[in-house]
């Protein structure tokens, strides 16, 4: 299966530039996977650059793993991560994500010096 980049899942959730976002269809058409890393960076672009709130990060998270084209890296993962920013929103989509990664590996606890982080079931304060 083909994958994206970053800016292909930016393009397909901003829908802010009427050429890219044909090519980007046009390229997903046919199946894509995203990888963690790549959501990751989506994630924080719409946050940074397009000023997207928590509330429309997981929306757009939710509406990634519905996308009839799209496979998400592990989504069940992304999933529980999309679940745990919503009880949490101050904390950064990709912190989340960490921790659930981190969970289904089964290498907890995660350590941190990030407070707001450690209050993440899984995570544990240095």
């Not at 994958?3 to 046009?26: H, Y």
């Not at 679940?83 to 089964?106: H, Q, Y």
Request: charged share 25%; glycine share 4%; proline share 3%.
């Amino acid at each position: 299966m083909r994958a994206v980049d970053t800016n292909v899942l930016v393009r397909l959730v901003t829908r802010d530039d009427a050429k890219q976002v044909a090519a980007a269809e046009g390229f997903v058409a046919r199946g894509a996977w995203v990888p963690h890393l790549v959501l990751a960076e989506a994630t924080w672009v719409l946050t940074s650059v397009y000023d997207r709130s928590p509330v429309e990060i997981a929306a757009a998270v939710e509406m990634l793993l519905d996308h009839q084209h799209l496979a998400l890296q592990d989504s069940e993962t992304v999933a529980a991560a999309v679940a745990s920013f919503r009880r949490r929103p101050a904390l950064g989509f990709s912190d989340c994500l960490v921790v659930e990664v981190t969970r289904k590996a089964g290498h907890l606890p995660l350590g941190t010096f990030d407070r707001s982080l450690a209050r993440l079931d899984g995570a544990e304060r240095l």
